[in-house]
């Protein structure tokens, strides 16, 4: 038990680590989507609104149609054992804009979320977003999945979030 806390709370820290260098790195031709952008690719945008409405209404049902099945298997099914509240709660993760610690405010707590930018990089496509909770902000990112359709032109995106 404490060795998996241990190992979370390395987890949790060093994605507010990687957090803070993606940032620090990203340049204006790493940012392809920015303030909702919507004349570049409509699909990704419609999705990240799908994402937006989803997590401010703490639609549980519903998130779980915009992650990615294999990631929920591994994720939830296997590694937490089915405990969709703990799931849910370390889904969306940031670093508070006080700079006071990193925090999962949990699906039922979040009364906004705002798309700062998405990133659509060649290995990955990240959406960096800012939660408000309780008063506090909290800015983090949260990797989103292209799959192409089958059988039609386009991609079919899915969230995927911290593991282990």
Known sequence: MLQNKLIRNSFFGLISGLLALSTACSTSEDVVY?????????TVMEFMDSVVNVVEAGDETAIFDLLDKQYVKDQHDSFLEGRTDQFLTELLCGQATNGKGFKCPGLGNISKMTIDSFDNRDDYKYMHFTLHSKG?????????IATPKIGEDGYVYKLVGASG
Request: proline fraction near 6%.
């Open 34 to 42: 920015s303030q909702y952008n919507r004349e570049l690719h409509p």
């Open 136 to 144: 506090k902000k909290y800015e983090g990112f949260i990797t989103v």
